[in-house]
């Protein structure tokens, strides 16, 4: 199996931007298929537009941002730059499905040694960072 080049990868810019229109969008708890609605397009697209992997032109990018009832400084706040900020890569992660619903939770935990022993929880269940938990041998995971 051949490996990915750079070029087959999309831009930092373009992922970063699909981001911050996923994050509004779900903000305003608007489905995919609503903003493809609104703007007049699949919500194949808008799953495209979302994690980069097609870009967003500005026309199209100014629809969006009306559908959002947002300008288009806000959804490109911060993209100054080629390479994602850290802020970014963590805005990144509370789209994973769940994630918002967890931190929402988290949030309404009042014990501090509660909301300690879920961290930790939740650390030993991903395993070390940046490698994926594998099972035991003998332990299925569902």
């Given at each position: 199996?051949?490996?990915?080049?750079?070029?087959?990868?999309p831009h930092?810019?373009?992922v970063a931007l699909g981001i911050h229109?996923?994050?509004?969008?779900?903000?305003?708890r608007l489905s995919q298929s609503g903003l493809a609605n609104l703007v007049g397009v699949t919500f194949q697209q808008i799953q495209k537009y979302e994690v980069g992997t097609n870009r967003v032109s500005f026309s199209r990018l100014v629809e969006i941002a009306h559908a959002l009832a947002c300008k288009v400084t806000d959804l490109a706040f911060g993209l100054e730059t080629?390479?994602?900020?850290?802020?970014?890569?963590?805005i990144a992660l509370l789209t994973a499905p769940g994630?918002?619903?967890?931190?929402?939770?988290?949030?309404?935990?009042?014990s501090a040694k509660q909301r300690k022993m879920l961290r930790n929880l939740?650390?030993?269940?991903?395993?070390?960072?940046?490698?994926?938990?594998?099972p035991q041998t003998g332990i299925r995971v569902v």
């Amino acid at each position: 199996m051949a490996s990915k080049t750079a070029e087959d990868q999309p831009h930092p810019l373009d992922v970063a931007l699909g981001i911050h229109i996923r994050l509004r969008r779900k903000e305003l708890r608007l489905s995919q298929s609503g903003l493809a609605n609104l703007v007049g397009v699949t919500f194949q697209q808008i799953q495209k537009y979302e994690v980069g992997t097609n870009r967003v032109s500005f026309s199209r990018l100014v629809e969006i941002a009306h559908a959002l009832a947002c300008k288009v400084t806000d959804l490109a706040f911060g993209l100054e730059t080629s390479q994602p900020s850290a802020r970014t890569k963590q805005i990144a992660l509370l789209t994973a499905p769940g994630a918002s619903e967890l931190l929402e939770a988290y949030s309404r935990i009042e014990s501090a040694k509660q909301r300690k022993m879920l961290r930790n929880l939740a650390r030993q269940m991903g395993g070390p960072c940046g490698r994926r938990n594998k099972p035991q041998t003998g332990i299925r995971v569902v």
